[in-house]
């Protein structure tokens, strides 16, 4: 009955309707909404308080953001998301399989370093953005596309655009 876990790709009708079951929990029971990248502010913020206080009641930036002093229930979100797929990866049987996707190795080459290094360097780059954006992708995409916000479309909008704006830049046929 449950032989979808063990599967390496999960229906995304499936996905999609337990993932519209947790956000229904999320907005009706604690009255939240889905997202995490608040956390990051917050961790920044325990940082910046523990080893410079003084600098740390300077910056603007906590209070304007109402960023919390403690870290919320979105961490619980956080490392679930990372548990999750390392259990999904690991009943799916593709954990760390070390291969590179054929594009990615016909494209850019066989390093592991590089493709390790550039998706660092992308995931540094959407977390500045979604801070600048004043949410992440689960938060405007996800939880604010589905209460109409207008600001969460316009995030989703353009991250659809720059993401095949990217795609269709790193992975061009060359003639």
């Known amino acids: 009955m449950l032989a979808w876990l063990r599967q390496p790709r999960w229906s995304p009708y499936l996905v999609g309707a337990l993932l519209g079951a947790l956000l229904w929990f999320i907005f009706s029971i604690p009255q939240k909404t889905l997202g995490v990248s608040t956390n990051f502010s ?10 410079a206080p003084s600098h740390a009641a300077q910056l603007t930036y906590f209070a304007d953001y109402k960023i919390p002093r403690l870290l919320g229930w979105e961490t619980g979100i956080l490392i679930g998301t990372v ?3 390392w259990a999904a990866a690991l009943l799916g ?3 760390l399989t070390g291969r590179l996707p054929e594009l990615w190795v ?10 390790y290094s550039l998706a660092i360097l992308g ?3 959407v977390g500045y953005g979604a801070r600048l954006a004043g949410g992440c992708t689960s938060g405007h995409g996800i939880s604010g596309t589905l209460q109409l916000a207008a600001s969460s479309w316009a995030f989703f909008i353009a991250v659809f655009a ?3 704006a990217t795609a269709a830049l790193l ?3 060359e003639a």
């Open 171 to 173: 992975f061009r046929k």
């Open 93 to 95: 049987a593709s954990f």
């Open 123 to 125: 995931g540094l780059f």
């Open 83 to 85: 548990l999750g797929a």
């Open 106 to 115: 016909e494209r850019f080459g066989p390093s592991r370093l590089q493709a």
């Open 42 to 51: 917050q961790a920044v913020r325990l940082a910046e308080e523990a080893i």
């Open 162 to 164: 720059a993401g095949l």
